[in-house]
């Protein structure tokens, strides 16, 4: 297995995050960071130590230690392993970094809706049990 700065599992069916992902593979020339794609076939979530659903509801990532992260903290340390550190670490800072984590989580908790992914008012994988949970 290789190992990365940062192994980033990440929804192969979400056009927002194939995106991100294309636009980091671009600027990724060292091959400092992995990709996984948790909705590929032969994806196991057990070897990540997350369950499925919570990889569907909140971006995941590991360190080169094994550590896991989620959420905002996941793209920084891509962003920062391509070079955008100065922005990085703007986007640390209390005021920022606090705006940052609540936009992430109403975008995790409507990801669904905003691409297109629900039918008739109803999502596959049903509402998010973190998103009713207070902050």
Not at 41 to 53: A, L, Y
Not at 56 to 68: E, K, T
């Amino acid at each position: 297995m290789a190992v990365f700065d940062i192994e980033l599992f990440y929804d192969g069916e979400c056009p927002l995050c194939t995106g991100e992902v294309q636009l980091l593979r671009r600027l990724d020339r060292k091959a400092r960071i992995g990709f996984t794609d948790i909705t590929a076939g032969g994806f196991d979530p057990e070897s990540t130590g997350v369950s499925r659903q919570a990889l569907m509801d909140r971006i995941h990532g590991r360190l080169a230690d094994g550590s896991v992260i989620e959420g905002v903290e996941v793209f920084r340390r891509p962003y920062a392993a391509v070079g955008f550190g100065k922005v990085v670490a703007l986007s640390r800072l209390p005021g920022i970094a606090h705006l940052l984590d609540l936009g992430y989580r109403l975008f995790a908790d409507n990801r669904l809706r905003l691409t297109g992914r629900c039918t008739d008012g109803t999502c596959p994988l049903g509402p998010n049990p973190a998103s009713t949970k207070a902050a």
